[in-house]
């Protein structure tokens, strides 16, 4: 089957991004109490502990409505299924191109479970 040899990387790199995201988002819930810092590259990066409620970028985050959560959850699903759709559909791009849309994907994915488990990214 040359077809699904080709889209391999489709189907293994979300999956090994979902988890990766899920263990490090776990790591972070685990040793970092929320709004606590961290420097990693000093004077470069900083890994703060924060949850979103919001969309992307906080937006909507301190917008209290009913079934927020909710609502904010079926729209990111939407654009999972949406990116996900676009990429089955595509004929075999580039390898960078089918790369890029399997970590979109698996960060989408990721999101969307924490929004789902926890109400929040």
Known sequence: MPGT???????????????FDQ??????????????SV????G?????????TG?????LNSAAFPF????IAVIAAAALLGVAGY??????Q????RVGLALSIGGAAGNLLDRIVAGSV
């Open 87 to 92: 990429a089955a559909s595509r004929a075999p």
């Open 68 to 71: 927020k959560s909710v609502l």
């Open 23 to 36: 263990l490090t988002k776990a790591a972070v819930r685990a040793r970092l109490p929320i709004h606590a």
């Open 44 to 52: 470069l990066v900083d890994l703060t502990h924060v949850q979103n």
């Open 94 to 97: 580039p390898r960078m191109a």
């Open 5 to 19: 040899t080709r889209r391999r990387i489709e189907i293994w790199l979300p999956l090994l991004i979902l988890a």
């Open 55 to 59: 969309a992307a970028f906080g937006f």
């Open 39 to 42: 420097t990693v590259v000093p």
